[in-house]
């Protein structure tokens, strides 16, 4: 079992700087590959992207490439999202999640979920 805690939300401008975290519970979570996802209102979840355990390994949805970037620090039990250029179409709410999955972008092969840190972005 893994609980999984997001943080950093809040509003920016159009431009900004903004640092999720992500802290997890239990003794395995470098068992875990973890994913960020996200809701903007009326859509549904999307992928934003992944981690692998070590951390060797990340890949990102197309909106992501390029401004985001996915680091996790195992000692801490932590995983973060780094956004940077942020864009009012990046406003939604931010999930993190843990995967059985190394690679996997889809919610499904997600076990555990976060409640979710909601970022606004302002134009």
């Known amino acids: 079992q893994v609980q999984l805690v997001e943080s950093g939300g809040g509003l920016v401008q159009a431009g900004d700087s903004l640092r999720l975290s992500c802290a997890a519970s239990?003794?395995?979570?470098?068992?875990?590959?973890m994913g960020w996802f996200r809701q903007a209102p009326g859509k549904e979840r999307e992928f934003v992207g992944r981690i692998s355990r070590s951390g060797g390994s990340t890949t990102y949805a197309d909106s992501a490439k390029g401004r985001f970037t996915i680091s996790r620090d195992n000692a801490k039990n932590t995983v973060f999202l780094q956004m940077n250029f942020l864009k009012p179409e990046d406003t939604a709410v931010y999930y993190c999640?843990?995967?059985?999955?190394?690679?996997?972008?889809?919610?499904?092969?997600?076990?555990?979920w976060g409640q979710g840190t909601q970022v606004n972005v302002s134009s």
């Open positions: 239990g003794r395995t979570f470098d068992s875990y590959a």
């Open positions: 999640a843990a995967s059985d999955y190394a690679y996997s972008r889809r919610e499904f092969d997600y076990k555990y």
